[in-house]
């Protein structure tokens, strides 16, 4: 089955700095790259998600990068704010009708100092 | 458009005990999912639904664990007899097949004590 790698495992930044968040697969049949947001308590937010046939995708301070070859893809926020701290999973699946079938990474904890 | 409902949302039980959990997902989502998520890590799924069949259940503990969705709207997920090692968050999403993306619900955080 699918195995996800995330790093780095916590993330500490400063307000306004960039923070990137890596991630390798395994199964190259994987077609679907999405990114979720939890904080403390609540529901995994979907952020962003980008599918196999683009290579990056953008959507005001985030953007996400895939390299299929690689097998390895990226969450990149810049300007962060001590709103974006939280816990951030990446996740692969492979899906016709559905991509629900997640495998999840196994999250970064990010801390934006003001 | 009103999200995943789940409920309860915190259920507290003694080991040996049952205890089910159940979920509403968006409306006209035909997908559902139930994910297991412990303490500091990523969710796993447990078991996915298309409608009222289930098309994945391969991560399901079946000796303890059980769920349905019999008109393919609501499901349940039940435990019997829980042990201390469920504790966890269970969390449930939903998909449509014009979206396909999975939105979650709040989750029911057990406590098997």
């Known amino acids: 089955g699918e195995n996800v790698e995330q790093h780095p495992s916590t993330l500490s930044v400063q307000e306004g700095d960039s923070a990137v968040i890596k991630c390798t697969y395994s199964?190259?049949?994987?077609?679907?790259f999405p990114w979720y947001k939890q904080e403390l308590g609540k529901r995994p937010q979907l952020i962003i998600d980008?599918?196999?046939?683009?290579g990056e995708k953008k959507d005001q301070r985030i953007a996400v990068t895939l390299n299929k070859t690689a097998k390895h893809f990226s969450l990149h926020i810049t300007e962060t704010q001590p709103e974006d701290s939280a816990v951030y999973f990446c996740a692969a699946s492979y899906g016709g009708t559905s991509y629900g079938k997640l495998t999840f990474g196994q999250g970064t904890i990010l801390t934006v100092h003001p | 458009e009103a999200g995943v409902v789940q409920s309860p949302r915190y259920k507290i039980i003694e080991k040996k005990q049952p205890v089910a959990f159940w979920c509403n997902p968006i409306s006209g989502h035909n997908t559902l999912y139930w994910y297991l998520q412990n303490l500091g890590q990523g969710p796993e799924l447990l078991i996915r639904?298309?409608?009222?069949?289930?098309?994945?259940d391969s991560q399901l503990p079946k000796d303890r664990f059980s769920a349905e969705r019999l008109k393919g709207v609501d499901s349940t997920l039940k435990i019997q007899p829980a042990e201390l090692g469920d504790s966890a968050v269970y969390l449930c999403?939903?998909?449509?097949?014009?979206?396909?993306?999975?939105?979650f619900g709040s989750g029911t955080r057990l406590t098997v004590v």
């Open positions: 980008i599918r196999s046939n683009v």
């Open positions: 199964d190259s049949a994987s077609n679907y």
């Open positions: 999403a939903s998909s449509s097949l014009t979206s396909n993306r999975p939105h």
């Open positions: 639904y298309e409608n009222e069949e289930a098309v994945d």
